[in-house]
């Protein structure tokens, strides 16, 4: 069904009334002498507010302040939030396409550098979900130019669609974890408190080093780290034939909230505390034996040296 406001122009398959603005295929209103509105402004102002105060901060209200308008001027271009933000989405995923020189790793490295520069221009976009298919053209331009950079590989299109998100999974997720995760000075000196070798016995150590002083995924050393290590698991699998694993493995979703299940793994990390902390007990008493044994050492040599210092001396007094 076409929304209000939504009707396609003549010859045109009826869509989504954002989608259809998207592709440039929806009538949208006419424009009086004095009209100045329009899609591509709202959608550039809703853009604005997005970058300087993050995706919470969008609503038609701020966006018809913004532009000088009554928010109901705004619904004669855009049927509503949900329609807007996917204008938004879209738009501010018009990424340059790079150049398709060198290997395919080479092009795939170079399509996902690309890709996330968009995400760092506009942080926004990894609070946006995904849609399962891509519908507008500029999202599935970014699809188009990782396919572009595989062109080579003689592999079929559903392979190589899997691969295209599987990295744009990864610069997405990659970009979300790296915003706004800045840490203070007082929440750097609680986790140091709180993150206890009995409780967290294998991160413990390194969060004490200063492994949280700086944001864990806000690096290009940490995104090309993961980059690089994906590519890496592609060459070899392309080395191996290609081939797709015949085993799928699979979790119902109902398990993760089992009551058992949450009972067992919570048993788990009680035992997994009580070891680490009896293995911290081990530790001390063995670490107090060492002591003894060697106070024990310096007491003998204590004893040993006076007594060679009584023998020297009982030398000295007969001659």
């Known amino acids: 069904m076409t929304r209000s406001g939504s009707t396609p122009a003549p010859g045109v398959p009826t869509l989504p009334h954002a989608v259809a603005i998207a592709w440039g295929v929806a009538e949208l209103p006419q424009r009086g002498p004095k009209r100045e509105l329009s899609t591509e402004r709202i959608v550039d102002a809703a853009i604005g507010i997005a970058d300087a105060d993050g995706l919470d901060a969008v609503s038609m209200g701020r966006v018809a302040t913004a532009l000088g308008f009554t928010p109901m001027s705004l619904y004669r271009y855009v049927t509503g939030k949900d329609d807007l933000l996917l204008l938004m989405l879209d738009t501010a995923s018009a990424i340059p396409t790079p150049p398709t020189e060198g290997d395919w790793r080479t092009r795939l490295r170079a399509w996902a550098t690309s890709v996330r520069a968009g995400y760092?221009?506009?942080?926004?976009?990894?609070?946006?979900?995904?849609?399962?298919?891509?519908?507008?053209?500029?999202?599935?331009s970014i699809l188009d130019g990782a396919l572009g950079?595989?062109?080579?590989?003689?592999?079929?299109?559903?392979?190589?669609?899997?691969?295209?998100?599987?990295?744009?999974?990864?610069v997405g997720l990659f970009g979300e974890a790296g915003h706004g995760t800045a840490i203070d000075d007082e929440m750097r000196a609680a986790l140091r408190e709180?993150?206890?070798?009995?409780?967290?016995?294998h991160l413990a150590e390194g969060v004490h080093a200063g492994l949280f002083d700086e944001p864990l995924a806000s690096t290009d050393k940490a995104f090309f780290f993961g980059l690089n290590?994906?590519?890496?698991?592609?060459?070899?699998?392309?080395?191996?034939?290609?081939?797709?694993?015949?085993?799928?493995?699979?979790?119902?979703?109902?398990?993760?909230?089992?009551?058992?299940?949450?009972?067992?793994?919570?048993?788990?990390?009680?035992?997994?505390?009580?070891?680490a902390e009896a293995r911290s007990d081990a530790q001390r008493v063995a670490d107090r034996a060492i002591e003894r044994e060697a106070a024990a050492e310096e007491r003998a040599r204590e004893r040993e040296t006076r007594a060679q210092e009584k023998a020297e001396a009982r030398t000295r007094k007969r001659s």
Do not use: C
């Open 120 to 140: 760092q221009r506009h942080p926004w976009l990894t609070s946006l979900p995904p849609s399962a298919t891509p519908t507008t053209p500029n999202r599935l």
């Open 149 to 170: 950079a595989m062109e080579d590989l003689d592999l079929p299109d559903e392979s190589k669609l899997a691969i295209s998100l599987l990295l744009m999974g990864y």
């Open 194 to 201: 709180l993150v206890t070798p009995q409780r967290f016995p």
């Open 229 to 275: 290590r994906l590519l890496d698991g592609l060459q070899a699998w392309l080395e191996r034939g290609g081939l797709d694993d015949a085993a799928f493995d699979r979790v119902p979703p109902t398990v993760v909230d089992d009551r058992k299940v949450k009972e067992a793994l919570k048993a788990v990390r009680e035992a997994e505390a009580r070891l």
